[in-house]
């Protein structure tokens, strides 16, 4: 191994439950593809991990279109989960992105509970993934499509199972579309996660007023990009407030100031989402400016500057 001949300014490597990153800068599920479609843009081996799109226990084609529509700093998705399926990813998209020096965390979901833990079981013992992030913002289709993610005993049992099911770190991604954030984290808590993510997106709608259709063909869509900012930061503070679990904070990243104010709310790690598709290299200007950030404010370590946030 080569000697580093000077160390770098300021430390960015993060312990997230176990997981070794060597920066706290994340692809947020469903914005970075597999990471093979950004390879072009971005070099992997320079972010701290991968969290992938979506993976179920079979494919799932996803909803007509249309799926996306833009909106005040931000945009409405609702692609419906599209993905090739666990098998697939697997044998065709797992091995690129495990020859890179970066963590893999899988983003996992079902429409049952028995899906959500048949996915995490066939996902146990792959080298390669370092972690799973799993998605409880699906309807239960054998409860009557009561959402997991907003249903706090749906929420605590789904996890305890996952958490029977793999030995892996396991990430609970909070949904944002709940009255209180701090419930969740704690159900989260109490079934054995190891972290926590938050925010997915907030349930939108938009309309077009000469036809009267809604925009997107879901009629309802995920809110995601820098309008929702401030709800993320605040839920990520209200979380860290409530339970010791590691956090990743996401919702509108576009600067390494933005990624630092999740940073001070109590997140160990950031996610970067929507920003991908206006700037491929969203993740390593975010990454960039954080570094800047820290330079200038004479700040060694970013484990140090974790819930930082002066409220006195
Ligand atoms: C097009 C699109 C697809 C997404 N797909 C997933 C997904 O498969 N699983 C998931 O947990 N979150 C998914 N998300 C949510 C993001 O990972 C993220 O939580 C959210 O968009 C907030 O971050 P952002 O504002 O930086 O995009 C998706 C978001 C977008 C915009």
Same mark, same amino acid.
Do not use: H
């Given at each position: 191994?080569?000697?580093?001949?000077?160390?770098?300014?300021?430390d960015?490597?993060?312990?997230f439950?176990g997981?070794?990153l060597?920066? $706290?800068?994340?692809?947020?599920?469903?914005?970075?593809?597999?990471?093979?479609?950004?390879?072009?843009?971005?070099?992997?081996?320079?972010? =701290?991990?991968?969290?992938?799109?979506?993976?179920?226990?079979?494919?799932?084609?996803?909803?007509?279109?249309? +799926?996306?529509?833009?909106?005040?700093?931000?945009?409405?998705?609702?692609i &419906?989960?599209?993905?090739? &399926?666990?098998?697939?990813?697997?044998?065709?998209?797992? $091995?690129?992105?495990?020859?890179?020096?970066?963590?893999v965390?899988?983003?996992?979901?079902?429409?049952?509970?028995?899906?959500y833990?048949?996915?995490?079981?066939?996902?146990?013992?792959?080298p390669?993934? *370092?972690?799973?992030?799993? !998605?409880?913002?699906?309807?239960?289709?054998?409860? &009557?499509?009561?959402?997991?993610?907003?249903?706090?005993?749906?929420?605590?049992?789904?996890?305890s199972?996952?958490?029977k099911?793999?030995?892996?770190?396991?990430?609970?991604?909070?949904?944002?579309?709940?009255?209180?954030?701090?419930?969740?984290?704690?159900a989260?808590r109490?079934?054995?996660c190891?972290?926590?993510?938050?925010?997915?997106?907030?349930?939108?709608?938009?309309?077009?007023?000469?036809?009267?259709?809604?925009?997107?063909?879901?009629?309802? =869509?995920g809110?995601?990009?820098?309008?929702?900012?401030?709800?993320?930061? +605040?839920?990520?503070?209200?979380?860290?407030?409530a339970?010791?679990?590691?956090?990743?904070?996401?919702?509108?990243?576009?600067?390494?100031?933005?990624?630092?104010?999740?940073?001070?709310?109590?997140? *160990?790690?950031?996610?970067?989402?929507?920003?991908?598709?206006? !700037?491929?290299?969203?993740?390593?200007?975010v990454?960039?400016?954080?570094?800047?950030?820290?330079l200038?404010?004479?700040?060694?370590?970013?484990k140090?500057?974790?819930g930082?946030v002066?409220? &006195?």
């Amino acid at each position: 191994m080569k000697k580093l001949l000077f160390k770098p300014a300021v430390d960015l490597s993060v312990d997230f439950a176990g997981i070794k990153l060597k920066n $706290p800068v994340l692809t947020a599920s469903g914005t970075f593809g597999y990471g093979e479609e950004f390879a072009e843009f971005v070099d992997l081996n320079k972010l =701290g991990g991968v969290i992938v799109k979506g993976i179920s226990l079979k494919a799932i084609k996803g909803n007509p279109p249309p +799926r996306i529509w833009e909106t005040p700093s931000g945009m409405l998705n609702a692609i &419906g989960l599209e993905n090739p &399926g666990v098998d697939v990813f697997l044998s065709e998209k797992l $091995p690129y992105l495990r020859k890179f020096d970066t963590a893999v965390i899988v983003n996992v979901f079902g429409y049952s509970l028995e899906e959500y833990v048949g996915v995490v079981e066939r996902l146990g013992g792959v080298p390669g993934i *370092s972690g799973l992030e799993v !998605n409880i913002s699906c309807p239960n289709v054998k409860q &009557g499509g009561i959402v997991f993610g907003t249903d706090l005993k749906a929420a605590f049992e789904l996890l305890s199972a996952l958490r029977k099911a793999t030995k892996l770190p396991l990430i609970a991604k909070l949904s944002p579309n709940v009255t209180d954030i701090t419930e969740f984290a704690l159900a989260a808590r109490d079934a054995g996660c190891d972290g926590l993510s938050l925010i997915n997106t907030l349930l939108g709608m938009a309309i077009d007023v000469r036809c009267r259709r809604p925009r997107l063909a879901n009629c309802t =869509g995920g809110l995601s990009g820098p309008a929702i900012r401030p709800v993320a930061v +605040r839920m990520v503070w209200q979380a860290a407030k409530a339970v010791a679990l590691p956090i990743i904070g996401m919702g509108g990243i576009v600067t390494g100031e933005d990624a630092l104010e999740f940073i001070l709310a109590g997140a *160990s790690a950031v996610a970067i989402g929507t920003s991908n598709f206006v !700037n491929p290299r969203a993740t390593l200007d975010v990454l960039a400016g954080m570094e800047q950030v820290m330079l200038e404010q004479g700040a060694g370590d970013i484990k140090g500057l974790v819930g930082k946030v002066n409220v &006195g």
